[in-house]
């Protein structure tokens, strides 16, 4: 069979094909626009998945990227073939699908979908009007494909934004985890925490496990009702669950956790704590339904433990450089901005320039006044990379800041930014960039981090 897809522009131009076909984007709420349905009969006509295997499925409104590298980690320590399915990618499309850290190749992801497009043109062709196939739907497919080949016994699937109706939820997972939810993406998952919450639930299976950190009572109310109508047994880690915060590290942070003793966590960010917490109670509930080291073993803990130090997941409250200092982060709206400067305080040092790009959908006001209360200068820029985010306006985005600062500019890409911001810290100082996920993927590149390997 002739392979039909030779490039990545033209593999990428089927699968956004039938989405773009659309009259219009629609903004409207996703149960009235997602349909993941399309994704399922496709499974169903090329038999997918072929091989049984555990799958954990990781929600939420921030911390889930972070929460599934962590659990692949672990999983992959204590001696599983893990496949890893996250989005968005920060540098490339590849990134998505990883088994053991390893991203899918090129040549295997074209090959696949070369495979699957017969079947994929007979669902496209049975499309009603305004239905498409979603892109993240293309993505599960190869991924599975791909993790029956690479002989993958352990699975973590990254949600994107909401949960009920993205295709990630069609596989039969027997564990789902929650990170923090709080109000995102109003235009799709609607205007109240109990609607986000109902949509982000939706990962729940029948007879499943339910793993969350703490949420908003209102949060937490939708999430154990949906566990109780689909008899899953839901847990609740509380505060005492959470790791006890020891210190810094060159390259992490130390912390207490239950069983596992004084350890230490290889990512920066206090934060990264509660999503190990998270991690490391998924990662148990999974392998205990694996064959392999004995959770009650001094073995098992030990892994646990080396897992904690080795995991890696770039671009998430990352030191670019030294002199000056350069720390990453995608905090783009309060909360996580707020997280974001907590974190970082103790590394300070003055001046502090923050480059900021935070998309117009966003609270892009509010992160402004958290980051302005730790800034010396305030630096705002954006990207066309993506076409689908869209940022304030400079004269808006400039009068929404200086209502928190005096000392505010534009610059009208990263690499203007960044000339500014070293004009302006010079070699003691600290630059901060909290920028949305395309400008992240800029940094990273532009610093040339290795995004193959995790």
């Given amino acids: 069979m002739t392979q039909r897809f030779e490039t990545e522009q033209d593999a990428l131009r089927y699968i956004f094909s039938t989405r773009d076909a659309l009259p219009e984007r629609s903004t409207r709420l996703d149960e009235f626009t997602r349909d993941p349905s399309p994704t399922r009969r496709i499974m169903l006509r090329l038999g997918l998945p072929t091989q049984t295997r555990e799958y954990m ?11 599934a ?7 992959q320590e204590l001696g599983h073939t893990v496949g890893l399915l996250t989005s968005p990618h920060l540098t490339n499309w590849y990134e998505r699908i990883r088994v053991n850290g390893q991203a899918i190749p090129q040549a295997d992801f074209l090959r696949i979908l070369s495979e699957f497009s017969p079947a994929i043109d007979k669902e496209v062709a049975r499309l009603n009007p305004g239905q498409y196939i979603s892109p993240q739907g293309f993505f599960l497919l190869i991924a599975l494909r791909y993790f029956d080949e690479r002989g ?7 949600v994107g934004r909401g949960g009920r109706f993205d295709d990630v939820a069609l596989v039969p997972n027997k564990l789902s985890l929650f990170t923090p939810i709080i109000m995102e993406h109003t235009q799709y998952l609607g205007d109240s925490l109990e609607r986000i919450a109902w949509h982000k639930s939706g990962i729940i299976s029948q007879g499943s496990y339910v793993y969350s ?9 939708v999430l154990t009702d949906e566990a109780d109508a689909r008899d899953a047994e839901f847990y609740w880690l509380s505060v005492l669950d959470m790791p006890e915060y020891l210190g810094e590290t060159p390259t992490g942070q130390r ?13 920066l960010g206090r934060y990264q704590l509660q999503n190990a917490a998270l991690a490391v109670q998924g990662v148990g509930n999974m392998h205990a339904r694996l064959q392999g080291i004995s959770h009650s073993s001094p073995e098992y803990v030990e892994r646990i433990r080396t897992g904690l130090a080795n995991v890696r997941w770039p671009g998430r409250l990352h030191v670019l450089q030294q002199s000056p200092q350069v720390i990453l982060d995608g905090a783009i709206n309060p909360r996580s901005a707020r997280d974001f400067m907590a974190s970082v305080q103790p590394r300070l040092t003055r001046p502090v320039v923050t480059i900021a790009g935070v998309p117009r959908d966003r609270d892009y006001p509010g992160v402004y006044a958290v980051l302005a209360e730790y800034a010396d200068a305030l630096i705002l820029t954006e990207t066309s990379i993506n076409p689908n985010i869209h940022f304030p306006y400079q004269e808006t985005a400039l009068t929404a800041a200086r209502r928190y600062h005096d000392d505010v500019q534009y610059a009208p890409n990263l690499s203007a930014a960044l000339l500014m911001a070293y004009a302006r810290a010079g070699v003691e100082g600290t630059i901060l960039l909290s920028v949305a996920q395309p400008l992240v993927g800029e940094a990273i590149q532009r610093w040339q981090i290795d995004m193959n390997q995790i």
């Fill in 57 to 67: 499925v990781i929600t939420g409104s921030k911390g889930k990227g972070s929460t």
């Fill in 255 to 267: 912390m207490r956790l239950q069983r596992y003793g004084e350890c230490e966590l290889s990512l």
């Fill in 69 to 75: 590298a962590i659990s692949a980690r672990l999983l």
């Fill in 213 to 221: 950190v703490p949420q908003a009572p209102e949060v937490m109310r």
């Fill in 152 to 158: 993958v016994d352990a699975t973590v699937l990254e």
